[in-house]
């Protein structure tokens, strides 16, 4: 019954609803406990032959408007405990989405898609079940159940109902073992499917992959493995429901059975009339129903603990990066001053980072290249604070980026990563995204910067051609120009691009460095990529190797000093004039 101590705040919130709710239940098992009483009435009117027309209608009407009112009572009740049972999944799930929003990408990492899926969709539904079938199995049993236990004991027999309630005992210790046993098994039962579900989320999200490999048959073999593994544990959840049935049954067969015993003695002995003996089979018959609600509760409660355990356990993590006390709400702006004497991950044992030291006035544009793996996308993801730096510090306009909160920060930025991650909505749906008002003027402007405005126009339906997800039916150029297009739309005071033109053309990339020139003028943008013809008009450039800078300087200047940069430069040069001759043969 833990689960009712955990929920006890949302009992607290919706305590008007609730109380209601139980109100009305309980006035619907005193109803009930009416036409028993009644059969056995007219079972000894007709054993006296006192019964007339007149009274028999009478009864018959009085029946007809209890059954009205427990009509009434009842429909009541469900829309108020089950209404608020659904209230509880929404709040749960709002508040896990918005937990989701907050955690930092070192959580994303180590966690798989299916599983925080499965905590938002089947452990919810199973805490919204103990929060309205659980509330209703709760009382119910325990109102109906004692108003049938009392009703027979003060207007029957109250030695009568002691004995047929012997075997309660037995029932009650059976199901609350069931109980303990179901709770471990739905909680491994729920992490098998969180299994499944990140497989088959992980393999239609790489379904191309998958077939270019020809690993169809691999991929099905392996899936079958993890759902016969997500069968077997609900197998092993369904071997101890399909207790509780055939116990509660048995002993409750065993109750009629000394009921029947017992009650003929006490007629034949005139302790009781066969009218009491009729009524008292009938709430005897009523009282099942309390027995069963008692050991679906068990069910209904431990499923709905585990689960909520689950998800207890997931909203209990800290985001690791959060806005410091008196951080400002201003959005920055000014020049961008890196000093970083290191920077690791969490649990990396070396250091990703050494002694970064540069400063990019306003209005300026960073080049950043280097091998990969050299640092060129750590560095800019610490400019937006995904991960928080352990010596060193990022200032833009002479303000520590962590003394201003996280949303003013994020405004000030347009970020272009190298994962270009679009949505299964409309090509203007998606290039609006940071600025959802935006007219279609607007949007149709930025994608003619992004050189993507002609590759729109050919598509069926134009700006409103829906995207598949993640944008699967674009090429990759195409989700790169539109995610280039979206960023331009903030217009941002920084524009980040990480490695985001290496799925162009070099024509169309020359198109958009110079649209870019034009429309940030006065605004910096910080460019990381392989290709080094992305980055020749910049300001300045830095080369990173192993995570420090081994060169910097202009285009001209790291030309002139004929290390990494003039090498590869000239190698990249070579490469595109043998591209160009074959094309040309």
Not at 179 to 199: C, I
Not at 262 to 281: D, K, P, Q, R
Not at 302 to 314: H, K, N, V
Request: glycine share 8%; net charge negative; hydrophobic share 45%.
């Amino acid at each position: 019954m833990r689960i009712f101590i955990d929920l006890w705040w949302f009992f607290k919130q919706e305590r008007l609803k609730y109380s209601f709710g139980v109100i009305f239940l309980v006035f619907s098992s005193f109803l009930s406990m009416i036409p028993p009483y009644v059969v056995g009435i007219l079972v000894d009117d007709i054993r006296t032959r006192s019964l007339t027309p007149l009274i028999l209608g009478k009864w018959i009407v009085f029946l007809i408007i209890i059954g009205i009112i427990y009509y009434f009572t009842g429909y009541v009740w469900r829309q108020l405990i089950f209404g608020s049972s659904i209230i509880l999944a929404n709040q749960l799930r709002n508040d896990l989405y918005k937990h989701f929003t907050k955690l930092s990408p070192n959580f994303f990492q180590k966690r798989r898609i299916g599983d925080l899926m499965a905590h938002a969709t089947n452990d919810i539904n199973a805490v919204q079940g103990a929060a309205g079938e659980g509330i209703l199995t709760l009382f119910d049993s325990i109102t109906l159940g004692g108003m049938v236990i009392v009703t027979m004991s003060v207007f029957i027999s109250w030695k009568l109902t002691l004995i047929t309630l012997l075997p309660m005992p037995i029932m009650v210790i059976l199901t609350m073992y069931y109980g303990s046993l179901l709770h471990k098994r739905f909680g491994k039962a729920q992490a098998a499917f969180s299994d499944l579900n990140d497989k088959v989320q992980e393999n239609i999200s790489g379904v191309r992959v998958i077939k270019a490999f020809g690993e169809e048959d691999a991929q099905i073999d392996m899936f079958r493995k993890a759902s016969r593994d997500v069968v077997d544990k609900n197998i092993a959840v369904a071997k101890i429901d399909s207790l509780f049935d055939p116990t509660i049954t048995f002993i409750v067969a065993f109750c009629y059975f000394l009921a029947l015993i017992f009650g003929s003695v006490y007629v034949v002995g005139g302790s009781i009339t066969l009218g009491g003996l009729t009524s008292f089979t009938l709430y005897l018959g009523q009282l099942v129903w309390p027995m069963l609600a008692f050991g679906f509760l068990f069910n209904i409660v431990e499923r709905g603990s585990a689960s909520y355990d689950r998800i207890r356990r997931l909203l209990a993590i800290k985001p690791e990066i959060t806005d410091q006390e008196g951080a400002s709400d201003q959005v920055p702006s000014g020049a961008v001053d890196f000093s970083i004497r290191s920077f690791r991950y969490p649990g990396s044992d070396s250091d990703a980072l050494n002694d970064i030291h540069f400063k990019v006035e306003q209005g300026q544009t960073l080049g950043v290249v280097g091998k990969t793996g050299a640092g060129k996308t750590t560095l800019l993801r610490l400019l937006l604070r995904e991960f928080d730096i352990q010596d060193g510090q990022i200032s833009i306009g002479g303000t520590a980026i962590q003394a201003v909160t996280l949303d003013a920060l994020r405004s000030a930025i347009g970020y272009v990563p190298q994962d270009h991650i679009l949505f299964s909505a409309t090509i203007a749906e998606n290039i609006a995204f940071a600025k959802p008002d935006a007219s279609q003027e607007e949007i149709e402007r930025v994608a003619k910067l992004a050189s993507i405005h002609e590759d729109i126009l050919h598509f069926k339906e134009g700006y409103a051609t829906v995207v598949g997800e993640r944008g699967v039916t674009l090429s990759g150029g195409q989700k790169q120009r539109i995610s280039i297009a979206r960023a331009l739309l903030a217009d941002p005071e920084l524009l980040i691009f990480d490695d985001s033109l290496s799925a162009v053309d070099a024509r169309t990339e020359v198109s958009i460095l110079h649209a870019l020139k034009h429309e940030r003028r006065n605004k910096t943008t910080l460019i990381s990529a392989h290709r080094l013809s992305a980055v020749e008009h910049a300001d300045l450039i830095i080369v990173l190797g192993e995570g420090q800078i081994i060169e910097r300087g202009t285009h001209e200047e790291l030309i002139q000093k004929e290390g990494w940069y003039a090498e590869m430069y000239a190698h990249q040069q070579l490469e595109s004039l043998v591209s160009e001759g074959g094309a040309k043969a």
